[in-house]
Every structure is written in C-alpha cells, then in structure tokens.
C-alpha cells in the first residue's frame, strides 16, 4: 500500500475551470443577444437559442455552485482499517471501518464524478462528489474492502 496514494482531495481546478467556462458562455449569449437587438435582428427565431443556452448554462452552473459550496476543501484519508472523510464547509468528520461500507458506486452527474458508499447497517448513503482521482480512489476503496473481508473470514 505503499505507492496507493492514501489521501485524496475535492477537485478545485475542475470546479474553477467549469464555472470560468459557464460564466464566459452567459456573457457570451447576452452579448450575441444584445448585439442582435442593435442590428435591428431581434427575430424570435434568433433570439431563442440564446435565451435557451442562457437558461441551461445559469442552471449547470448554479448546481455546481451548490456542489462546491457542500465539498470545498474535503477530504479522503486512508487509514488501515477504515476511511477518515472530513467535509470542512460543513464542519464535519465521519470515519467508516470497511466492514461498514456494502457497496461503492461511482456515476457522473452533470458531468461531476459521484462515488456513493452505501453502509451496511444504517442504510444510508455517503456520496463524495468531485473528488481528484476517482478511479484510483474507487480500486482502493475496493481493494481494502475484499481485504477486509477477507480477513474477517
């Protein structure tokens, strides 16, 4: 386990990248818009794409917004036995033992890598969103979890 990385960190620059690219789509369909009213070109026909693409890049962006607002700054931390997952914009820190975790799935939402733990006991559901890495991070939690498994049997 030596080379595995054994920290893991929220993806910053994915998230600064993708929100510089939404904010110049926004301002670029105001500024097709605007400059189609000066020319005296304001068909509904012209128009409506640009309000369209406004529309969906104000909405992609704001749910990015909502995610980074909810994982600025966390964490991963790999630990022998368990995971240490620490959210600081909500000043919270969880540590789940591999014996907990039932199954991890990864999908994209949005474009957003998504990697969700289901527990085994509570049936609840611990989703990390955005995370650097991803399928690295999955083949980890995967191995400690079958050597985990293996070990108790």
Not at 59 to 64: A, E, F, I, M
């Amino acid at each position: 386990m030596d080379t595995e990385q054994s920290d893991y960190t929220w993806d910053k620059a994915f998230f600064e990248k993708r929100s510089t690219l939404l904010s110049n789509f926004q301002m670029g369909f105001i500024g097709a818009a605007l400059m189609l009213m000066m020319m005296d070109l304001s068909k509904i026909y012209l128009l409506a794409p640009l309000v369209v693409g406004l529309i969906l890049s104000s909405w992609y962006k704001h749910n990015l917004d909502n995610i980074k607002d909810e994982m600025k700054g966390c964490t991963l931390t790999f630990s022998p036995k368990s995971i240490l997952i620490s959210f600081p914009q909500l000043e919270t820190e969880s540590r789940i033992t591999f014996r907990e975790i039932d199954e991890v799935e990864a999908h994209k939402e949005n474009f957003v890598h998504i990697i969700s733990l289901y527990l085994k006991q509570d049936g609840k559901k611990v989703q990390l969103k955005g995370m650097k890495d991803t399928e690295q991070l999955i083949q980890q939690l995967k191995t400690a979890i079958k050597t985990v498994n293996e070990q108790q049997e």
